[in-house]
Structure formats: C-alpha cells, structure tokens
Nanobody
Framework: QVQLVESGGGLVQPGGSLKLSCKFSGSFFSVFTMGWYRQAPGKQRELVATITGGGASNYAESVRGRFTVSRDNAKTSVYLQMNSPKPEDTAVYYC????????WGQGTQVTVSS
C-alpha cells in the first residue's frame, strides 16, 4: 500500500521561491518514478516534472529552468523547488508514484500572487 503526503504549499510572490515536499509511505520507493503534476481551476491535470529511481529528471517546457525536482531515497521523499514562480503556476500540486494515475497524493495548493 502506497501513501503520498504533500506539504509546503502556500502563497508565494512572483519571483520568490517555494519548496514542495512529498513523503512516500510503502515499499520499494527507490524503484518508483516519482512525479509532480498540477491542476489549475477549470483545467486538466498536467505534468510538471518527473524523476526516475536513478535520478533522471524530465520537465514540462513551461517550468524548465525554474523548477527543480529531486529525491532522497533514504528519506523516501521527493521535492519540487520552485524558483521564480509566475501567477500562471498557481494550481493544486499533486505528487505521484509510478505510472500516471497509479498513486496520487491529496494535493497542496500553491498560489502565486503579489
């Protein structure tokens, strides 16, 4: 049984920084590809970034160069460092494990506004 719990969301000013965390509970964390997705009001959920068990990362074009995904296998956690966020980054951010849709966290709200 896999459980994911996100934390770190909140209000951030444009150009600021925010770090999201996702704690994984269950087995075999190190073999899971972990991901961050987001869903803005009225829009479909979209990929933000993924990171494989070996540490290879992939980003949506809209966040590449501003956001960084990382993982700590010893702490069974994955992180999303958000630098220079923009108002259009406002969304509920979800942590995922495995293929999209296999396991999801409950989401954490990120609001980018001055």
């Amino acid at each position: 049984q896999v459980q994911l719990v996100e934390s770190g969301g909140g209000l951030v000013q444009p150009g600021g920084s925010l770090k999201l965390s996702c704690k994984f509970s269950g087995s075999f964390f190190s073999v899971f590809t972990m991901g961050w997705y987001r869903q803005a009001p009225g829009k479909q959920r979209e990929l933000v970034a993924t990171i494989t068990g070996g540490g290879a990362s992939n980003y949506a074009e809209s966040v590449r160069g501003r956001f960084t995904v990382s993982r700590d296998n010893a702490k069974t956690s994955v992180y999303l460092q958000m630098n220079s966020p923009k108002p259009e980054d406002t969304a509920v951010y979800y942590c995922s494990a495995g293929p999209p849709g296999q396991y999801w966290g409950q989401g954490t709200q990120v609001t980018v506004s001055s």
